[in-house]
C-alpha cells in the first residue's frame, strides 16, 4: 500500500522558516521523482517544485525560486521541501505527489499558516 505522510507545516510568522517532510512507503522511492504541490483557500492545486530520482535535477515554480529547497534522501525513503522567508501568499496545505503514466499518488498534507 502506497503512502506518502506529510509532516512540518505550522503557524510561522512572515520571514520564518519551515522544513516540511514527506515519509514515503509501499513503492521504490530511490526510482520515482518526486514534487511538492500547494493549494490555498479558494485556489487551484499548483506545483511547488519538483526533483528526480537521484536529485540530479530540480524544478521550482517562479514564486518560489530562490526562497525553497526540494531534496530528498532515498536511504529514508524521505522527501523534504525546506522553505525560506515565507510570506502570507506562502498559506496553503502543501502536498507531496509522485506520479507516472499509470500512478498518481498523494499524501493528506500539511498546513502552513504564515501570519503575524
Known amino acids: 500500500q502506497v503512502q506518502l505522510v506529510e509532516s512540518g507545516g505550522g503557524l510561522v510568522q512572515p520571514g520564518g522558516s519551515l522544513r516540511l517532510s514527506c515519509a514515503a512507503s509501499?513503492?521504490?522511492?530511490?526510482?520515482?521523482?518526486m514534487s511538492w504541490y500547494r493549494q490555498a483557500p479558494g485556489k487551484q492545486r499548483e506545483l511547488v517544485a519538483s526533483?528526480?530520482?537521484?536529485?540530479?535535477?530540480?524544478n521550482y515554480a517562479d514564486s518560489v525560486k530562490g526562497r525553497f529547497t526540494i531534496s530528498r534522501d532515498n536511504a529514508k525513503n524521505t522527501v523534504y521541501l525546506q522553505i525560506n522567508s515565507l510570506n502570507p501568499e506562502d498559506t496553503a496545505v502543501y502536498f507531496c505527489?509522485?506520479?507516472?503514466?499509470?500512478?498518481?499518488?498523494w499524501g493528506q498534507g500539511t498546513q502552513v499558516t504564515v501570519s503575524s
Open positions: 509501499g513503492f521504490t522511492f530511490r526510482t520515482c521523482a
Open positions: 526533483i528526480s530520482s537521484t536529485a540530479g535535477s530540480t
Open positions: 505527489n509522485t506520479h507516472g503514466p499509470t500512478y498518481d499518488y
